[in-house]
């Protein structure tokens, strides 16, 4: 994860500059949906074992 310091680093690079807490509620905002992306992911994993395990009953 990101530190505090280099997302504003990152963010302030260009033309707009945000505020330390500006940069806090994007790097938070962040978290959240790296946060959901990840248990989607492991989700979809849980699934794909699944099937594959049914299939596999299946052909046996």
Not at 26 to 36: G, K
Not at 41 to 58: A, H
């Amino acid at each position: 994860m990101i530190n505090e310091k280099e997302c504003t680093k990152i963010l302030n690079g260009g033309t707009v500059k945000f505020s330390k807490d500006e940069v806090k509620m994007i790097r938070d905002l962040l978290i959240q949906l790296a946060t959901i992306e990840y248990e989607e992911y492991k989700e979809n994993i849980k699934i794909k074992k699944l099937e594959n395990e049914r299939d596999l009953l299946q052909a046996g």
